[in-house]
């Protein structure tokens, strides 16, 4: 069983790896066998060093993804350096919080961009190296506002909802070519991202009470979900949203 998750001399590459979820999975990815290229908007040196520690390479790349011509660089530096990308996560991803009404255009565009359109293009970009190799496996995050609406996120829950449909579409197109492109949908777990959310100590006990395993969930909880979605393991498995929540969605 061991060698259907074993991703000895794989290259990941993980988008925002630099803190939270993106850290956490890159950990589990490298403690399974496979060298990582780090991204983030500053540079991942502790993950960096975390990889390493795990006895494997790791290449660090400080790049904004929110445009094109980054998007491109990066993976062309990626590539360079370890001659393929075979694993995924598009993972980089933002928040911004306040009421429908007094949404700002900014907002909008800030978040649909890095969250939805960059998740496209990068696994467009990535997508044509793997299709030369007929296998590749591409795993965005979503959330559970891929599934319901939110408070006071529009954007966010637009754009999250923007990845589950990406994920399919590409599965749909891409699976013939041996590429299997899935998403992982977190629940309530504890990064800079809700680091506002945990602010509010009613919205806290409210979003608490409603998890069945009883507590919010940490980077180290998405480690498993990853490892399966970027190894042999799931060859045959398309288009799916992986939802790791403690049990949120089944109540
Ligand atoms: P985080 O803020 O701790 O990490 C996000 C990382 O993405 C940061 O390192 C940040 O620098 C990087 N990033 C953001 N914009 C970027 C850009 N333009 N270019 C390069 N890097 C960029 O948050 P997190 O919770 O670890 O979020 C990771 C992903 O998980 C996001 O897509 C988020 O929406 C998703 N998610 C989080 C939760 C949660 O509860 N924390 C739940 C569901 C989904």
Do not use: C
Not at 86 to 100: C, F, K, Y
């Amino acid at each position: 069983m061991h060698t259907l998750f074993d991703l000895t001399g794989k290259v990941a590459l993980v988008t925002g790896s630099g803190t939270g979820l993106g850290a956490g999975m890159a950990r589990g990815l490298a403690a399974a066998g496979a060298d990582v290229i780090l991204v983030d908007r500053t540079d991942p040196d502790e993950t960096a060093e975390a990889v390493r520690g795990l006895g494997r390479k790791a290449l660090t790349l400080s790049a904004d993804l929110s445009g094109l011509p980054a998007i491109r660089e990066t993976v062309r530096k990626g590539i360079e350096a370890f001659g393929r990308i075979e694993i995924l996560i598009n993972n980089a991803g933002i928040i911004r919080r306040t009421p429908a009404v007094d949404f700002s255009e900014s907002d909008w565009d800030d978040v649909m961009t890095i969250n939805a359109k960059t998740v496209f293009f990068m696994s467009q970009e990535v997508g044509r190296d793997m299709m030369k190799r007929k296998s590749g496996k591409i795993i965005n995050i979503a959330s559970l506002l891929s599934f319901s609406g939110g408070i006071n996120v529009p954007s966010y829950a637009a754009s999250k909802g923007a990845v589950a449909q990406i994920t399919k579409a590409l599965a749909n197109e891409w699976a013939q070519h041996g590429l299997n492109i899935n998403a992982i949908a977190p629940g309530y777990m504890v990064t800079n991202n809700t680091a506002n959310l945990r602010k509010d100590p009613e919205r806290t006990r409210a979003i608490s009470d409603r998890i069945p395993a009883g507590r919010w969930g940490m980077p180290e909880d998405l480690q498993g979900a990853a490892v399966y979605l970027a190894s042999k393991a799931s060859d045959y498995v398309n288009g799916h949203v992986l939802v790791v929540d403690g049990g949120w969605m089944a109540r």
